[in-house]
């Protein structure tokens, strides 16, 4: 079974969610149902990246880097935005 690392874009203002999940299908669909209180008032909210993991343990670190460091997190989204 994969697990994931994924970030979800707000298309009503832009800002940004990290996530993990091992259904990522269900999880966005649970996002856009409003089912996350911390950004229920930000959807629909869209998939803009992922990364697939081997185990939950290395999708969960990956998010925790991400949320944690924001070098990792401008790096990704260098990359994402070709900025």
């Not at 690392?5 to 299908?25: A, F, P, Q, R």
């Amino acid at each position: 079974m994969w697990h994931y690392c994924y970030v979800l874009e707000s298309t009503i203002d832009k800002t940004t969610y990290t996530g993990s999940t091992d259904n990522l299908k269900n999880r966005l669909k649970e996002h856009n149902c409003g089912k996350t209180k911390s950004i229920k008032h930000k959807i629909p909210m869209r998939l803009i990246y992922c990364e697939a993991y081997r185990t939950k343990t290395l999708a969960i670190k990956r998010e925790r880097s991400l949320k944690k460091n924001s070098a990792a997190k401008k790096e990704l989204f260098s990359r994402i935005f070709d900025e």
